[in-house]
């Protein structure tokens, strides 16, 4: 399920989506009144600006389902719109479309959380998480003529890598896992093959992939003292590459054409 192989760069890495997310207690200023001011900090890289209510679902208290206020959800955005930041008054995330290597993510992330603490001074952090959402597609890779179990280790295919079954005939075959990792860290595994849908951005027409999903999301628990968050993302993100480089053969591994870091 592990690896400890040494740390490449994919070029043709099967990335869909990779968040940074650190909750914190409720901050009501937040709410109370627009974010000018962390606005004003970031705008230069993030200048597009959109706000969504959000209706979370109902919270259970004494048993009982209580429905809870709508949350507002500032969004911060790059000129090319591959960059997003989001903010509430009980998390901030950084979110990209376009990851290359966790150094460019990390140095982005230390602006956004300077200047958060700075202006909203948050006492500690409830939860740090760092999430990889992959979907591996065999055609963009030139693996049309392999079936799923030569490419995604046994323990992630479940019953579809036996010897005699048939991939077709699997209408659903999906993993759910939480697990303990070294270091403190958890990870919700979401694993199996599946349909992306993709627009056409020219034509508006939806087309569908078959991919294989591997959706990582490793996190910490607790509260992260400010001067610790940085450590605690470090101990994520090197269990979220052994967990990524166990789950994959070494035939999908070469086909996204690993460098040096």
């Known amino acids: 399920m592990f690896s400890s192989s040494e740390r490449k ?24 009144s627009e974010p000018v001011e962390f606005q004003e900090a970031i705008r230069a890289e993030y200048p597009q600006y959109a706000k969504k209510v959000e209706q979370l679902p109902p919270q259970i208290v004494n ?18 719109g591959q960059w997003k930041i989001s903010m509430t008054k009980g998390f901030i995330a ?13 140095k982005r992330l230390d602006m956004v959380l300077a200047v958060f603490i700075r202006i909203y001074k948050p006492n ?15 055609q963009t890779l030139g693996l049309e003529d392999y ?11 479940g019953l579809m890598g036996e010897e005699d079954a048939q991939e077709g005939a699997f209408l659903k075959n999906e993993q759910t896992v939480t697990i303990a ?3 403190g860290a958890k990870a ?11 627009v056409n951005n020219r034509t508006r027409q939806t087309m569908e992939e078959k991919v294989y999903m591997l959706d990582l999301d490793l996190f910490m628990e607790g509260n992260t003292p400010l ?22 053969s070494d035939t999908l591994f070469d086909a996204m054409l690993p460098t040096e870091p």
């Open 124 to 138: 500690c952090f409830t939860r740090v998480g760092l999430r990889y959402i992959n979907a591996f597609n065999r």
């Open 63 to 80: 048993g009982k389902p209580v429905v809870q206020q709508p949350v507002s959800n500032h969004q911060f955005i790059s000129a090319d």
């Open 147 to 157: 079936q799923w179990r030569e490419l995604i280790q046994p323990g992630y295919i």
């Open 9 to 32: 760069i994919l070029e043709k890495n099967q990335l869909l989506e990779v968040i940074c997310q650190l909750r914190y207690f409720d901050i009501l200023k937040i709410d109370a």
């Open 188 to 198: 919700n595994i979401k694993c199996g093959p599946g349909l992306l849908r993709k």
């Open 94 to 106: 950084l979110s990209t479309h376009r990851y290359v290597r966790w150094e460019e993510f990390a």
């Open 181 to 183: 990792m070294p270091g």
């Open 227 to 248: 001067n610790q968050a940085v450590p605690a993302l470090n101990v994520v993100h090197g269990n979220a590459g052994s967990l990524f480089r166990g789950a994959v």
